[in-house]
């Protein structure tokens, strides 16, 4: 039984098994030794390059890619540069358009005391009537002074009554029929407009002409004409 059990070893003292693990073995180092040797291949190439150039032109293509790259951040320095600016500028406008105009909401709802002022001298007439006199020199007094107050916070009315009419600044409430003025002018204000710096704040309500129907005599003249 000795002597079989010897006759089922190698010359080498394995088992089969082992002989088995150890070609295996082998076959995957010879495999991976390949690979290693294959990876390596690009970078010994690569290496070769580089020794073949010279130092000269080694530092050349060195500083081009310094240049390169230097020319690439100063171009990003620029823009970043030219952004910032564009944005200071841009917010301090913003700023001095909201601070002059800060005040428009608080002027529109006093717009309506000035009306109201304005009719009330009106409606005096001539101010024969000595008993309401010093009530009618008190409210002129009141609406100037309201007036040279608007006048510092650079608010100031439309003349209008005369001009050409322009929707951009007034609004047309009527249309009158006269020939005495060009078609399209504005005969009678209704409303002041108002200008806040230069902004129109409020238009003004007008009285609009139109030329008037030729009477009968007219129509000959003016064909005779």
Do not use: C, W
């Not at 929707?167 to 029929?177: D, G, K, T, Y």
């Amino acid at each position: 039984m000795a002597k079989n059990s010897q006759n089922h070893t190698d010359a080498k003292g394995e088992t089969p098994g082992e002989e088995t693990v150890a070609q295996a073995s082998e076959a995957v180092e010879e495999v991976t030794g390949e690979e290693t040797a294959v990876d390596e291949a690009p970078a010994e190439e690569a290496e070769a390059e580089e020794v073949a150039k010279s130092p000269e032109e080694l530092m050349e293509e060195k500083v081009k890619e310094a240049e390169a790259k230097a020319a690439e951040s100063y171009d990003r320095l620029l823009r970043s540069t030219a952004e910032f600016e564009n944005f200071k500028k841009r917010s301090a406008r913003e700023f001095q358009e909201s601070k002059k105009y800060a005040n428009e909401a608080f002027i529109k709802q006093l717009l309506p005391v000035i009306d109201n002022l304005e009719r009330a001298v009106e409606s005096t007439g001539d101010g024969s009537d000595e008993s309401g006199q010093g009530v009618i020199e008190g409210v002129k007094m009141t609406l100037t002074e309201i007036t040279k107050v608007f006048e510092k916070f650079h608010l100031k009315p439309l003349e209008s009554e005369g001009k050409p009419f322009d929707p951009n600044f007034h609004q047309a409430v009527i249309q009158e029929e006269t020939n005495a003025v060009p078609e399209n002018t504005v005969v009678k204000e209704m409303q002041k407009g108002y200008l806040l710096h230069d902004r129109l704040i409020r238009p003004a309500m007008v009285v609009v002409s139109k030329a008037a129907a030729l009477s009968a005599g007219e129509n000959e003249k003016a064909e005779a004409e």
